[in-house]
């Protein structure tokens, strides 16, 4: 195993990144779906925090590219990958669940009647 490499994969902090980014609206939209709770929406971000980057780090750690045939360059491109996905996993999960939330929570709206054609 090559220990810088497997260093340097596992200190990239690009899912803190993206659940900061995400955090403004993500504690403005739990708090509304916990009812203005003013711990329930700080819990589920920082559970979203613990999950990207957990997530992430299994996802490096299972299929990482660490051994010692493997150039800086392989490595690098293995960890991005498995970064970007472990982001895009997280963060896509985080969204299914609020939007269904979202929609048992929002009344349907009817669509509104098409605009009349002209012939």
């Known amino acids: 195993m090559n220990l810088p490499l497997f260093l340097l994969s596992i200190v990239i902090i690009v899912p803190i990144i993206a659940v900061r980014y995400l955090r403004p609206i993500l504690v403005r939209v739990l708090a509304r779906l916990c009812h203005d709770e003013p711990n329930g929406a ?3 971000v920082r559970s979203a925090y613990l999950l ?3 997530g992430t780090l299994i996802l490096m750690l299972l299929f990482g590219n660490f051994s ?3 150039s800086l360059l392989d490595a690098l491109h293995r960890a991005l990958l498995l970064v970007c996905g472990g982001v895009f996993i997280s963060v896509a999960t985080i969204a299914h669940h609020i939007w269904k939330q979202l929609g048992i929570r929002l009344p349907a709206k009817p669509l509104p ?3 009349p054609q002209e012939h």
């Open 52 to 54: 990207a980057a957990s």
């Open 42 to 44: 700080e819990f589920w």
């Open 113 to 115: 009647p098409p605009a």
């Open 68 to 70: 010692e045939k493997a």
